[in-house]
Each structure stands twice: as C-alpha cells, then as structure tokens.
C-alpha cells in the first residue's frame, strides 16, 4: 500500500521532525495569557437575550432541534466560563523568526520563575498545521480566501540558567 509522505490538515510534527531550536533560534520570554474553558450558548438573534431552556449538540456545535421556541430566530455563540483556566498561551520573542510567536502549555505550567526578556527553554514542543478556506459571494462573483499556519504547543517551560563564564587570566 502505498504512502503519501505529504503530512495532512490537522497533522502533528514533533522535534523528530523538525529541528524547533534552529527554526525558532533563542527564545525569549515576553508575555503570558491565560485561555479560559468556552461553553456554547443559544441567543435570540433579534433580542441578543440568552435563552437557557436552548440545548446545543456538543458534538456538532448545533442547536438541537425542538429547544428554540416556535417564531425565534437563535444562534450558538461561543463564551469563557468565569474562573476557569485550561492553559496559557506565552508570548515569545523568536529570533530565528525575527518576531514574536504564541506557545500554548498547560495549565499546570509553573510561570512565577519567569522573568522579561529572558532566555527560556521548552520542552516537548509539538506543530500542528491548520488551514481553513472560506467561500464568499460578490453578487456574480464567487471569491475564495485561504488562511493557514502552525499551533505551537509544550509541556513545559523553564528559564535558562547563564552559562558560568570561565575565569580570564591576567
């Protein structure tokens, strides 16, 4: 059977694949921002009230059928629940990419050692590609507009200690 060497949509690619310390070069540490856990919720489009009695299919994101009232107009929106945390997204300076990129870890992450513009380290950093391609209708004309990139994922962080420079003779 044969294989397509070719990666997928959605595919994973670890430090076996690619040489993260080259591509990204020194990391450092600028900021961090917490991701809070998101429930769906069903709003009446006219009036923007939540209607609770509303239930949403967590598998397909839709609303299911028979919990809308007969005559309004609903949709699913996306909100964070209040006081919970399922991981940061730090904010790092690439100097192999010349910018700044956002790593996602997990919760559990111990972030207080961390210290402005200084060199951290990662561990069991993970890509994931992504694409996404969105049709748009202008009057007789049908457009198509493809956006796509990498989530860059770790275990974990830590600051990197200062190599101890070697005493110079005189």
């Known amino acids: 059977m044969p294989t397509n060497p070719l990666k997928t949509n959605q595919d994973l690619f670890t430090d076996s694949e690619i040489d993260f310390s080259k591509t990204l070069g020194k990391l ?19 009036t923007g009230e939540v209607l609770s009695s509303a239930l949403v299919d967590d598998n397909t994101g839709r609303i ?20 919970t945390l399922v991981a940061y997204d730090l904010i790092l300076e690439a100097e192999g990419f010349g910018s700044q990129v956002e ?14 513009n200084k060199e951290v380290k990662l561990t069991g950093l993970t890509a994931r590609h992504w694409s996404r391609t ?13 956006t796509q990139g990498f989530k860059l994922r770790a275990e974990g962080i830590q600051e990197t200690k200062p190599n101890a420079k070697a005493p110079t003779e005189k």
């Open 64 to 83: 299911i059928e028979g919990s809308v009232p007969e005559n309004v107009q609903a949709e699913v929106r996306s909100r964070p629940i209040e006081g």
């Open 134 to 146: 969105t049709r748009q209708n202008n009057g007789a004309r049908v457009t198509f507009s493809h």
């Open 28 to 46: 450092l540490y600028l900021d961090v921002r917490e991701v809070p856990d998101y429930q769906n919720i069903v709003i009446n489009s006219e």
């Open 103 to 116: 790593i996602t870890v997990p919760a559990t992450s111990k972030l207080d050692t961390l210290v402005y």
